[in-house]
């Protein structure tokens, strides 16, 4: 079974702090995703990756950054936190082709 | 414009009957369709695909219909059971294409509601 791993499940922060999400997937998949999920809006995509050092902005990317140095690692960056990302916060990954995502599950950010 | 559209925010059904959710997309590339359910601060969990080559796949109490020509797919879920109490997401991709057309393109859920 796929394992996608988020290092917290619920996490405190105050506004203007830097801070980082980590995630983890053990299946070797070349595709890793974060999402953020508020009501009513579903699964909003904020940054993707297709390969170590590779990046692509999503459809929500403002105020947050990546990272990607290792393959099975990819980190999500919230270059100073602000109260409107308060939100649950998902990592997914993928292989090639028709592969389902599979993802991890979920931190739960609150900037205070 | 939202590529996949789910229309009913709740659905509410009895124990033991038929729980029916429907997605329509508009995306004609789109070739890979799949469903997923999340319980309240978890992670979704992949329940079931199809690719564009079927109209029909079953897997225990799940099946999922695709009519392509009317850009529809649905999830049955028989019998349906209380801890089906969950959102379910639609997704679709255009697989065939790769990079970022193979994303997955979400519908907003529907919360399904399975009382005893």
């Known amino acids: 079974d796929v394992k996608v791993t988020q290092s917290s499940r619920y996490l405190v922060k105050r506004t203007g702090e830097k801070v980082f999400l980590e995630c983890v997937q053990d299946m070797d998949h070349e595709n890793m995703f974060w999402y953020r999920q508020d009501p009513g809006l579903g699964l909003r995509l904020i940054y993707f990756s297709y390969d170590v050092k590779m990046k692509e902005k999503g459809d929500i990317p403002e105020g947050y950054s990546v990272s990607r140095e290792k393959k099975e690692r990819f980190s999500l960056i919230l270059e100073s936190a602000s109260t409107n990302q308060t939100s649950m916060y998902l990592c997914?990954?993928?292989?090639?082709?028709?592969?389902?995502?599979?993802f991890g599950d979920g931190t739960r950010l609150s900037i205070l | 414009d939202q590529q996949v559209k789910q229309n009913s925010p709740s659905l509410s059904v009895q124990e033991g009957r038929i729980s029916i959710l429907n997605c329509d997309y508009t995306n004609s590339m789109f070739d890979y369709f799949l469903w997923y359910k999340k319980y309240p601060a978890e992670g979704p969990t992949f329940l079931i695909s199809i690719s564009s080559i079927k109209d029909k796949n079953e897997d225990g109490r799940f099946t999922v219909f695709l009519n392509k020509s009317a850009k529809h797919l649905s999830l049955h879920i028989v019998p349906s059971q209380p801890g089906d109490s969950a959102v379910y997401f639609c997704?679709?991709?255009?697989?065939?294409?790769?990079?970022?057309?193979?994303?997955?393109?979400f519908g907003k859920g529907t919360k399904l509601s399975v009382k005893p």
């Open positions: 997704a679709a991709s255009a697989a065939h294409y790769g990079g970022s057309q193979g994303n997955l393109i």
């Open positions: 997914a990954s993928r292989g090639q082709g028709f592969q389902p995502q599979h």
